[in-house]
């Protein structure tokens, strides 16, 4: 992502519109302290807008996971397979039973995201468990790195 472009268009739109405010130097002191000061919050905008998309992507993708990462200041998405992540043994039948007792509102949700995926209720359940057990239980960790330029 491109944080630079974004603050370029931001900063061409602010001056496009102090043009038209009539040139007063006033008007033009204070947009541009909004402008210096909107920095940092498009810069945070941008990394959460990553995170986002992250997190949609890898949800989308089961044996995947994607992380942001800081390039040169800038968030940038990084996709790694998993070890692991497979649904099922191939060759592993599907006899096994469970009784799973829901609440209604979790048992719509996971019928709609099975549905999402275009996928049996029985298919995304099979997928999903497979891909968290196989997790261990780790908990995902978010690192960031690079530089803070202050």
């Known amino acids: 992502m491109d944080t630079t ?6 900063t061409g739109t602010v001056e496009q519109q102090l043009l038209v ?3 007063d130097p006033e008007v033009e002191a204070a947009a541009r302290a909004l402008l210096s000061a909107l920095d940092p919050a498009i810069r945070q905008l941008a990394y959460d807008l990553a995170e986002q998309a992250a ?6 993708l089961p044996t ?4 942001v990462v800081l390039t040169d ?6 996709v790694r397979q998993v070890e692991g992540g497979e649904a099922a043994s191939a060759g592993e039948s599907l006899d096994a039973r469970i009784t799973l007792r829901l609440p209604p509102t979790l048992k719509e949700l996971v019928e709609s995201a099975a549905e999402e995926r275009g996928e049996s209720l029985n298919t995304w359940l099979v997928k999903t468990l497979s891909t968290r ?7 995902r960790s978010r690192r960031v790195t690079g530089t803070i330029e202050t």
Do not use: C, F, K, N
Not at 55 to 60: D, F, G, H, L
Not at 64 to 67: G, P
Not at 73 to 78: N, S
């Open 133 to 139: 057990a196989g997790e261990g239980g780790r908990r």
């Open 55 to 60: 997190a949609e992507v890898t949800s989308q």
């Open 21 to 23: 405010a009539g040139g």
């Open 64 to 67: 995947h996971e994607v992380d």
């Open 73 to 78: 200041g800038e968030p940038t998405l990084r």
């Open 5 to 10: 472009m974004a603050m370029a268009r931001l």
